[in-house]
């Protein structure tokens, strides 16, 4: 059972992630049955060109028309829903990894085996990538194959990529959760701070184009990593790539950091 943290990880978490999955895929469904009753018709887009600015940059892919299957999707599904779900599955599990298991008295029993701390932070980012990444690709197969069903034509290589985009924004507050987990062993603490972070980083995104003294924090937010270039249009940003990649590398070496210099609560 423990030859890998990883697979002990994500064996525990197979009936959630089953949940996650068929609650996306008719999350997905039920965007994809409304829009026969949408498409072609531009008064939903004159609709939103009425809101105030402010309200309309919230959206994180804003400017898109909603007749249109892609603006309908970025709107619906990528700019504030699909990112918000994908978050409390990362947010969650990073914040159960380390300070979770510390909180049921189960750590000290992990690390009474044969295992570094290290190791143990490492295999518990993996399980969550991975449980990610899953989330992640149902929801993009089931754009493109529920989506397929009412004639929403969505480019597969633009899904596949607004989709990775997305998991990797998970990823950066999945293993922010993960490092004040590890570092404090206070689960309440590990959930609140990174969903809090969130919701100032989704304003400071959405209202850096029209609030003059946000612009300049808006490029340091991971959303505009993921949606200011546009995934489903203009396909993967090896630079916002890079950016969440680097993000998360830097966040976990802070989790080994601080974990490796505690004590842990028997």
């Known amino acids: 059972m423990l030859r890998s943290v990883t697979g002990k990880t994500l064996f525990d978490q197979r009936r959630a992630l089953l949940a996650w999955s068929m609650s996306l895929a008719l999350l997905v469904a039920m965007y994809v049955a409304i829009w026969p009753s949408i498409r072609g018709q531009p008064s939903m887009s004159d609709l939103l060109d009425r809101m105030p600015e402010a309200m309309r940059s919230l959206f994180a892919m804003s400017g898109a028309d909603m007749s249109t299957p892609t603006g309908y999707v970025k709107i619906e599904l990528l700019s504030f829903m699909g990112p918000m779900l994908l978050l409390i599955y990362t947010i969650a599990a990073g914040a159960a990894a380390v300070a979770g298991e510390e909180d049921r008295h189960t750590l000290d029993l992990l690390l009474a085996n044969p295992i570094s701390r290290t190791r143990l932070v490492l295999h518990k980012l993996a399980a969550m990538a991975l449980g990610t990444a899953l989330l992640a690709a149902v929801m993009g197969v089931a754009m493109i194959a ?34 004040i987990g590890a570092t404090s062993g206070r689960p309440g603490l590990s959930r609140a701070v990174p969903a809090v972070v969130a919701v100032l980083a989704y304003i400071v995104n959405g209202l850096g184009p029209v609030v003059s003294w946000l612009e300049p924090l808006q490029k340091l937010s991971p959303f505009y990593q993921y949606a200011g270039h546009d995934p489903l249009v203009t396909g993967v940003s090896l630079t916002g790539v ?25």
């Open 146 to 179: 529920e989506g397929s069903l009412a004639d929403m034509g969505l480019p597969v290589g633009a899904v596949l990529a607004a989709m990775l985009h997305m998991a990797l924004l998970a990823l950066v507050f999945g293993a922010f959760a993960l490092a």
């Open 242 to 266: 890079a950016v969440a990649v680097g993000t998360v590398t830097v966040l976990v070496l802070l989790a080994v950091l601080g974990f490796r210099r505690r004590d842990v609560a028997a």
